[in-house]
Every structure is written in C-alpha cells, then in structure tokens.
C-alpha cells in the first residue's frame, strides 16, 4: 500500500499549466462502491469565492456525469509521467463498459482527513485534491466570444462546468 501524507497544496510547486494540460488530471466521482474516473486535459486550478479551488468541465455524455451529479465532491488526482498509461486507458474507455481500475492497473483507495467525507482517488497517484462541489453550471454557447470554441462541440454536447473547493490533498511519499 503506498504511503499518502496529507499535503499543504499552498505550496505546490507544480506548473498547473502543465500539470493539467500536459499531463493531464484524473477526475474521480462516487464513493468505494461505486465510482467512475475520467481523464481530463480541461480544468484549473485558482482562487475563487475566498476559497481555492478547483475547475473541471464534463460532458454530459460522460459516464462520469451522473456520478459528479450526485456527488456533493470529487477527486483530481496528479500521476507521474511514467503514468502516462493509466490517463490513456481512463480517457480512451468508458466506465459502462470497462472495470477502469482493472484495465489500467490502478487501486481504487478511500481518502479523508478531518471533517472531510471519503473521497475515491488512487494508489498510484502522486498527488490528490479532494474537492467539495460549490458551483456547476452548464456551457451556454450564446456566451462563446471566440466563434473557434463552437468546433468543439460539433455534437452540441456543451460541458458542466464544475468548481470544487479544495478541502484536502495529499502526496505519495516515495
């Protein structure tokens, strides 16, 4: 079982530049029982309503939806680069179908601190913010002042945008 200690995410030292757009991010919703991640290369990380947080788009027709919409939270969770296996598996099969944790060789692992819920993220992971939902609302295309954004969604399948406050976070110790 690797070794998680709780993390002050203040001082991260990452570029969340590259860390989520480069590397990419796992976003996880649901609880042990029942769970789905996605990988996701559109998000943020800032300062928002005196609280840090985190923002994440998701379309609906995602698997991962309905389980962030029922969720009061989620987790993002950071990989090193030698996983760069575990994110194309996440991001190219869809939890309907696929035992996600199975066919990327991850461990699905409960993670709380003090007056935080349990939140599911990954052994392999090296770092995890544990986010509580305090916004979501949908894309609305009549606000694109960019006419180039409209190519992104040819289906017309607008993202919810999701904004967590942070609440905890921890590291993997090597």
């Known amino acids: 079982m690797a070794i998680f200690k709780e993390y002050d995410w203040r001082t991260m030292g ?9 590397e990419w991010m796992l976003l996880t919703a649901g ?15 800032g300062h928002l309503w005196n609280m840090d947080v985190v923002f994440a788009f998701v379309r609906p027709t995602r ?3 309905a389980f962030m ?5 989620f987790t993002v969770s950071f990989f090193g680069p030698d996983r760069r296996d575990v994110l194309k598996v996440c991001g190219a099969t869809s939890g309907r179908e696929t035992d996600k944790a199975a066919a990327a060789h991850i461990t699905p692992r409960g993670f709380a601190a003090s007056g935080v819920p349990e939140r599911v993220s990954f052994e392999e992971a090296r770092l995890v913010l544990s986010c509580r939902k305090v916004h979501a609302q949908d894309l609305d295309p009549e ?14 399948d607008w993202h919810r945008l999701y904004v967590g406050a ?3 976070a921890w590291i993997g110790e090597s």
Not at 31 to 45: E, K
Not at 69 to 73: A, D, L, Q, T
Request: without cysteine; glycine residues 14%.
């Open 14 to 22: 990452d570029n969340t530049w590259k860390l989520i757009g480069d």
């Open 63 to 65: 698997f991962t939806y």
């Open 143 to 156: 606000g694109f002042v960019d006419p180039g954004i409209s190519a992104h969604y040819a289906a017309r």
């Open 166 to 168: 942070i609440e905890a």
């Open 69 to 73: 919409e029922k969720s009061e939270g």
């Open 31 to 45: 609880g042990l029982a029942s769970w789905n991640a996605m990988t996701a290369s559109w998000g943020g990380l």
